[in-house]
């Protein structure tokens, strides 16, 4: 399947997740549900764009996980990538009387303000991928989870590391490489990318940064950003992606370049992401894509669930929620693994390509 028909499908996909109401109990509506009589508890998850593969892999998991609570309505909706678009929506969450909102912020500290309102109407919140922190609302150094809300998350420089380290022993000796770097503010672009200069750049200083942007998160960007950088003529070594989507672009854009892929497949460069998304993995299996760590969107969509359904229940304060997944590794050894995963829940059709 061609990257521009995957992008199509990914796109249209999100946007009907998004657009909808993403169930649970199907029925209800009004404000402060009580879950034990006709109506449903409302929640609403905030995503941060629906062109983010990652966020449309985690609204649509948020909908599985929200099936496994018949007291639960769950409706989600997406900032598009646009701080006052989501800001807009979070305002709209106290307006609708939401019992809980789940937070995936576009950008922590444009977001937290409006985090905050949520709290002092009394409506608990729990940001995930990223956290948003004290630091984002009051810009102190204080990196503990923002007062009143809870976080499920994973750990950005754990993500990052796993392949800067290896990539340490695999770009050669002077290599030129460019930097795909995510939205400015973001908790997860900017630890990530601290994290390849405290894992790799420290530790390889003959390493030249040839060109680094910010693509935002959007393989489209990151796709006009290689192809810029292609023309300039210097051979780029390796291509360092804060995540797999902006990867994906990047490699498009020299898929079909005899200076960077050989005519029997081999490559003449190194690329790294992270997230270990369904189209990361085929492109690990292609031999495209080095390594990537995985961000699993289905744990945390049902860690996201069931504590939401353990605050609205009264089993434990919103405040308590701290809980973060893993970040193992994929790579050539053990895609197949994953591949067969994503096979498995539908993501990955049985002819080895994206489904529809």
């Not at 990530?192 to 959007?218: C, G, K, M, Q, S």
């Not at 796709?223 to 950088?229: F, K």
């Not at 690329?271 to 189209?279: E, F, I, L, M, R």
Request: with cysteine.
């Amino acid at each position: 399947m061609k990257f521009k028909k995957i992008s199509a499908v990914l796109l249209s996909a999100a946007m009907v997740v998004t657009l909808a109401a993403c169930g649970g109990s199907g029925g209800g509506s009004g404000s402060g549900a009580s879950g034990g009589g006709d109506d449903p508890y409302r929640v609403c998850f905030v995503a941060r764009a629906s062109a983010d593969t990652f966020a449309a892999w985690l609204t649509t998991e948020m909908q599985e996980a929200a099936k496994e609570y018949d007291d639960i309505e769950l409706t989600c909706v997406s900032g598009e990538g646009d701080d006052n678009t989501e800001n807009g929506l979070l305002e709209d969450c106290i307006t609708k009387q939401y019992d809980l909102v789940i937070v995936q912020s576009n950008n922590n500290a444009a977001q937290a303000p409006y985090v905050k309102q949520l709290v002092d109407a009394g409506i608990p919140v729990i940001t995930t991928n990223p956290t948003t922190h004290q630091s984002d609302l009051d810009g102190s150094d204080d990196d503990s989870v923002m007062e009143g809300t809870g976080t499920v998350d994973a750990d950005p420089v754990e993500q990052a590391s796993v392949s800067a380290k290896r990539a340490v022993e695999e770009v050669p000796e002077n290599a030129n490489v460019v930097v795909l770097r995510g939205p400015s503010g973001n908790y997860h672009a900017e630890k990530r990318r601290e994290a390849w200069d405290t894992y790799f750049f420290n530790e390889r200083p003959d390493v030249t940064i040839l060109y680094e942007d910010y693509a935002n998160w959007n393989s489209d960007e990151a796709l006009t950003l290689m192809e810029s950088w292609v023309q300039s003529g210097t051979h780029i070594d390796a291509i360092i992606s804060m995540n797999d989507n902006m990867a994906a672009g990047a490699i498009e854009a020299i898929r079909n370049d005899p200076d960077y892929v050989n005519a029997d497949g081999t490559t003449s460069f190194f690329a790294y992401g992270v997230d270990g998304t369904a189209q990361g993995c085929l492109l690990i299996q292609e031999g495209l894509l080095t390594s990537t760590a995985l961000q699993d969107a289905s744990e945390l969509a049902q860690m996201n669930m069931e504590y939401a359904h353990k605050v609205l229940s009264g089993e434990m304060e919103v405040t308590e929620v701290n809980d973060y997944v893993d970040a193992p590794e994929i790579n050539a050894d053990n895609v197949e693994d994953y591949i067969q995963i994503y096979i498995d829940n539908g993501e990955i059709s049985s002819d080895g390509t994206l489904a529809e």
